[in-house]
């Protein structure tokens, strides 16, 4: 194979060899490029991210381990191209970037061959469309952000340049395998195969008559088939015609505003933003030309057609007048003749250069990027910056604009003979100068100014686990809007405020009765965060349910001047109606304030390590704000640590009567402490700095008079000796299980974990598994539903893959969704709607019952109405 292709090599003209070395060039310099731009990685590529691993590592494809089955994603090619190498053990962050960096230097030689398609071998004036993309930041920097566009603008490529080859020469259709790829890499690729199908059955009839028209009904069916394909198989595994990502995009907001052309969120206006960064809009009124071409008598009607453009773009129009003043606000009839010049333009500007020279190709790029440019209007734009949409247009408008240049010099120059070379020049000059000046300045502006990341995200994914570990919480429902960060490295289960990764969010979005439903009874996420437009948006703190259950908690820092805001918690975390714990160390202050209780789940501790103690708070009316003080004394050794009541979070004078507020809290032990008994205490200071004095009170203070204190509470002993105790525990847990006394189990492997902060045996797979399956066992033998439901659940989070549990949690679903059936029959909503929720507890991936349950939840809500 070698010795073939140096054959080939070697039969090259040597101007085409030197064509070729300098496409590699533009290779390296797309890749010195790709380098300075690659340490970014955008925010949603992280759920491309985690989808791909789940699926490699056996989970499937869900959001969170032991999830629902959601399709979560809109780029399937890419992710299961992604989820391939993670089983090989190439992480999707590697991998992604070295796909990435693949395909764009790949890219690279098929555009070289559009634009010697289109121009010909003019010199090295074809080796500009590579060199236009290598330098432009939005072909370089979509390529290493971590999603499909890399591939998606490859397989256009490669599929478009293979297709202008089987117009003229027929063959096995590869472009419509290249183009079927595309078809399930995005969603719109669908429209791409359409445009390009579309033009080619044309161009090929015109080329070889109607025997094309059988190899254009093998290609039309070798394109639809990996669609098809994927469809069958999301039908299957989601139960859903569409990805779950377009109902949620579907319902956020109006998208299509065809006519709003100055509107914030309007897609015109992102084409226009585009347009000026990239300085292509500069050469829009050359496009007319361009596709006509500058010669008889085609010319006329694109010098026509240039000068209707250029005015239907004139700020402020007033057609045919040219006013000196433009009014603030344009009249509708104004916007509609810009939009129709516009939208005829670009369906007939390419007519008037059919039968010239490459009209092909050209026709081909004219109409791909006209495709892209509509999608990105249809779709209102893009978040992100670097305009997303746009970049499948990258290649399609750097051949056109190669392209328009030829046509200046071919006119011009022959005018001016001895001035051809200086025309050239200026000519490449005026049309090349402008995107690739542009395209420089937007590199280092994306190199000072880049796109949220998961990396941003992940600061408040390490905040919140740092307030589950603060509260000692093991298992938490998180509601997040900045999904990618959340799922890869936090794993907790989630309610997707943007419904890309949950399907009744995404069906529903955020209608009062739905909101009240799903998420204040059914899911009740333990955090959550809503910040800014978001909570305008879903309007979720105008709920009675909000405000009664949420507590807002401290901000966090996202640099050294931003504090980022709209972090929460359940309210029930840190306060009871009533303490559960040994009341022996009940005390009270000053006939206001009580310490309903003290525990000591694990009072033998090792130096180096913490002490855990859980508090409870109580008050007969709501009391100023105090500072409470725990203390370790003994041994001539004294430590103290503040527990703030209610964190800080929840405010005494906003406590109520009889509710008790939890606080549990880590007393850090010096490395340095000597091993034995110690005594325990507590001061109360109000608001001035006074003593708060307990009824209890020591009568030999050690911190304060009015303190009090619990004599010998606590034992300091050697670490291998508090290990021994940790690890009895956990074998008692693990005995425990295996005799069907989960609750016991469940305690004493918490307390196990209590007695050393590296101890973490609720990760060792035989506790995990052993509670899972105590948990299975018992709700298989529960008589009640209800709690049948609870215990499979709790089975669940213990190893949602253990056979005992999946075996178990596959009955008890079948026969609640029998039940469920049954109520249905018999016109019981609810009591349907109630046995469908529980079958789909036991076993989540049942896709088809989750949207029947949803199509159920509709038609219930409609009765109540009703």
């Known amino acids: 194979m070698r010795a073939r292709l140096q054959r080939q090599w070697n039969a090259l003209p040597d101007e085409e060899r030197v064509r070729w070395h300098a496409v590699a060039l533009c290779c390296v310099l797309f890749l010195i490029h790709y380098v300075l731009l690659s340490g970014w990685f955008v925010e949603d590529a992280a759920i491309t991210f985690t989808y791909a691993h789940h699926f490699a590592s056996g989970e499937g494809w869900v959001a969170y381990p032991g999830g629902e089955l959601v399709e979560g994603f809109s780029n399937p090619t890419w992710t299961v191209l992604l989820a391939i190498a993670d089983f090989f053990f190439l992480g999707p962050w590697v991998a992604s970037k070295l796909f990435g960096a693949l395909f ?73 395998v290249a183009l079927g790829l595309l078809g399930i890499t995005r969603p719109e690729g669908a429209m791409y195969i359409a445009v390009a199908g579309g033009l080619g059955v044309v161009f090929a009839v015109r080329a070889r008559g109607l025997s094309a028209l059988k190899w254009f009904f093998a290609w039309a069916g070798i394109a639809v088939l990996p669609i098809l394909i994927w469809q069958a198989y999301r039908m299957w595994m989601f139960a859903y015609p569409l990805p779950n990502t377009y109902y949620a995009k579907l319902q956020e907001m109006e998208r299509f505003m065809p006519l709003e052309w100055t509107k914030k969120g309007s897609g015109w206006l992102y084409v226009r933003r585009w347009a000026l960064e990239s300085t292509y809009g500069f050469l829009l009124p050359l496009a007319p030309i361009a596709m006509s071409g500058l010669r008889k008598p085609r010319v006329w009607g694109g010098l026509l057609l240039a000068i209707v453009v250029g005015e239907s773009l004139v700020p402020g129009l007033e057609w045919p007048s040219f006013a000196p003043f433009w009014p603030a606000e344009e009249q509708e009839w104004k916007v509609i003749f810009r939009v129709s010049v516009l939208a005829a333009a670009g369906v007939a500007l390419p007519l008037f250069g059919l039968g010239r020279r490459g009209d092909v190709p050209r026709t081909l790029a004219w109409y791909l990027a006209i495709a892209s440019i509509f999608f990105a209007i249809y779709a209102g734009g893009d978040w992100m910056k ?26 011009i120059a022959p005018a001016f003979p001895a001035k051809a070379r200086r025309i050239r020049q200026v000519a490449f000059a005026a049309l090349f100068l402008p995107p690739f000046l542009g395209s420089l300045v937007n590199t280092t502006l994306n190199l000072q100014h880049v796109e949220i990341s998961p990396f941003n995200v ?102 050294r001047r931003y504090l980022h805001e709209g972090n929460f918690i359940r ?48 008050s007969k009316k709501r009391v100023k704000p105090y500072r409470a003080v725990l203390f370790l004394s003994g041994h001539d050794r004294l430590v103290v640590q503040e527990v703030p009541p209610g964190y800080d979070w929840y405010l005494p004078a906003k406590w109520r009567r009889h509710e008790v507020t939890l606080g549990r809290h880590t007393l850090s032990i010096p490395d340095d402490m000597p091993p034995g008994d110690y005594d325990l205490g507590m001061v109360v200071y109000r608001e001035a700095g006074a003593v708060w004095a307990s009824k209890t009170m020591n009568p030999r203070p050690v911190v304060a008079r009015g303190e009090v204190l619990w004599r010998q509470a606590v034992r300091v002993a050697p670490y291998d000796e508090v290990l021994q105790i940790a690890r009895e525990l956990r074998d008692e847990s693990i005995a425990s299980a295996n005799s069907g006394d989960c609750e016991s189990s469940e305690d004493k492997i918490t307390r196990s974990e209590r007695h050393l902060r590296d101890n973490a045996p609720k990760s060792e797979p035989a506790v995990r598994t052993a509670l899972a399956s105590c948990w299975a066992g018992k709700a298989d033998a529960e008589a009640s539903p209800e709690s049948a439901a609870e215990f499979i659940t709790r089975a669940r989070y213990w190893d949602h893959r253990d056979a005992t549990v999946t075996t178990i949690g596959e009955r008890l679903a079948d026969d609640w969704q029998a039940a469920g059936d049954l109520a249905l029959e018999e016109d019981n909503l609810e009591r349907g709607y109630q046995a469908w929720r529980r079958a789909l507890a036991a076993d989540p991936q049942r896709p088809w019952l989750r949207r029947k349950i949803e199509e159920l939840r509709d038609k219930r809500h409609e009765g109540l109405k009703q």
């Open 386 to 411: 670097g305009y997303r949409w746009l970049n499948m247009a990258a290649v399609p408008l750097a051949v056109l604009t190669v392209d328009a240049i030829r046509e200046v010099h071919e006119v």
């Open 571 to 618: 309210k029930d975390l840190i306060v009871a109606p009533r303490w559960t714990g040994s009341t022996d160390r009940e005390t009270e202050f000053q006939n206001q304030l009580f310490l309903t209780g003290l525990e000591l789940p694990a009072p033998t501790v090792a130096a180096g390590h913490g002490l855990f103690v859980e508090l409870g708070w109580r």
């Open 104 to 176: 764009g230097v790949l890219t690279l030689p098929f555009a070289y061959r559009w634009a010697l398609k289109i121009i010909g071998p003019k010199g090295l004036l074809p080796v500009a469309v590579p060199l236009l993309l290598a330098v432009s930041p939005q072909f370089v920097i979509w390529a290493a952000a971590g999603l499909e566009n890399g591939l998606f603008v490859l397989l256009l490529t490669a599929g478009c340049v293979w297709l202008m080859d089987e117009i003229e020469t027929g063959g096995f259709p590869w472009s419509a």
């Open 458 to 559: 992940r600061q408040r994914v390490l905040y919140m686990q740092s307030v589950q570990e603060r509260l000692h919480v093991d298992h938490l429902t998180n509601m997040e809007v900045d999904f990618g960060a959340q799922m890869w490295w936090a794993g907790d289960e989630f309610v997707d405020m943007a419904g890309l990764t949950d399907v009744p969010m995404g069906h529903h979005h955020w209608t009062r009765p739905f909101v009240r439903e799903y998420v204040f009874q059914e899911r009740k996420p333990d955090f959550a965060h809503v910040h800014a437009g978001w909570a305008s948006k879903t309007g979720i703190r105008t709920h009675s349910e909000w405000k009664r259950d949420y507590l807002a908690i401290d901000h966090y820092a996202t640099g």
